[in-house]
């Protein structure tokens, strides 16, 4: 593809895209050097050495587009010279710069789960693509989103409903056409389930209600629920109200003691539960009695409710509480 040359710096000589003539081709220069020229095609004509090479000069050069209505590669156009066609060694050629290139076209569609959308157009819309998607029965909710790019188009796919890294979408190309036409999947984000997530399955003869059972007291969870019938999963409805912690009463107070402060005083001392039963404390009952059958509370009323005033759960795990009994 190279014609080397030992004195004349060739960059003098030629230019790019300048057509030649050698061993009997017509080639396009691509590049040029000091002393050599690069072809823009392979040169198969006869081994050559201390060849002439012809560059078309002194005359005219058109370039033809071809726009609108000439899609995809064109024949060549043909040239003759007519009757009055005169010079030194006048000569005409045709030759192609760049092939033309057929746009992007036809169909394809998306398969998740083991099932296939209905075919789609390859410019389709976004909202096009959510609703193929969504008509799936192993798709929940999702969120589609579309860019142009150099030669088609981008869409970005998020689900919604379905939580967790989901299964790769597939996609069937085959009906896609246009230089160098292919579809790619790729996953930008991997999904990933919320912290204490869990899901259940209820089939058969379903009473209608479902206890959800070893979630941690006092952490407050969203509940959602959705049908299924052999047309797919309908959407989500969360239960109310929501979000909702599992709570029961606290556990008895920790490490209580009491000490005479004075002759008509008993001092009593205690620190917070080890479970505040998935809820702030907001007061503590003490009580007092002559007899460990508390059964005179009714007519001494020796008991007291001490509020809590502070409601920052943290500061409460190891606060320390003092009420003093006097007569």
Known sequence: SRVGAST?????????????????????VSAISVGSLTLGATYTGPSLNGAHVSKWAFGYEWQITFESGHVGPQPLLTCHPADNWAGTNP????????????????KFRLGFGGERTRYLPHSTDADSMRMALEELTTVGNVDVNKFNNVNGHNYFITFLSDLGNVEELVVEDTQISGPNAKIRVVTLVDGIL???YGSSFQTGNIDLK????????????VIRIKSHNSEGYGGFFTAEPSPLAPMEPPA????VISFALSDTTIRVRWKSPLSNGGQIISKYLIQW?????FTNLISSGFQHELFVHNNNAEDLEEEVFCYSITS
Do not use: C, W
């Open 8 to 28: 004349t710096d060739l960059n003098t000589l030629f230019f790019i895209n300048d057509l030649i003539f050698i061993g009997g081709e017509d080639h396009v």
């Open 91 to 106: 000569t005409i050629q045709v030759y192609r710069v760049r092939p033309g290139q057929s746009p992007l076209s036809g």
């Open 194 to 196: 919320p912290k204490n």
């Open 210 to 221: 479902y206890t959800i059972t070893n979630l941690m007291n006092g952490l407050p969870y």
């Open 252 to 255: 008895a107070p920790a490490d």
């Open 289 to 293: 009695d002559i007899g460990n059958t």
